[in-house]
């Protein structure tokens, strides 16, 4: 079992930079992947960035050279630094981490307002 608490949401600018944070509570390097999801108001959820065991990173078209994620298996948390954010960044962002099995666990999810 993995429990995935998500932090560092906020209110900001357009232009600004925010980072979100995921603590789990279990072995995370235990995990196949690790990522964060969004979800617009209306809108279905969407993969924003991925990390692999592996170390392997896929972005969305969207927030490439503007995102960055990481992850630290030894603290077990994983960030997300956000650059340059645009009000289409608003949205409810979730802590994801898949097992070996395909098992998606899933954080309560931390609110990103972006304003123009």
């Known amino acids: 079992q993995v429990h995935l608490v998500e932090s560092g949401g906020g209110l900001v600018q357009a232009g600004e930079s925010l980072r979100l944070s995921c603590a789990a509570s279990g072995r995370i390097n235990s995990m196949n992947a690790m990522g964060w999801y969004r979800q617009a108001l209306g809108k279905q959820r969407e993969l924003v960035a991925r990390?692999?065991?592996?170390?392997?990173?896929n972005y969305a078209d969207s927030v490439k050279g503007r995102f960055t994620i990481s992850r630290d298996n030894a603290k077990n948390t994983m960030a997300l630094q956000m650059n340059s954010l645009t009000p289409e960044d608003t949205a409810v962002y979730y802590c994801?981490?898949?097992?070996?099995?395909?098992?998606?666990?899933w954080g309560q999810g931390t609110q990103v307002t972006v304003s123009s």
């Open positions: 994801n981490a898949e097992d070996y099995y395909a098992y998606n666990y």
């Open positions: 990390i692999t065991s592996g170390g392997v990173i």
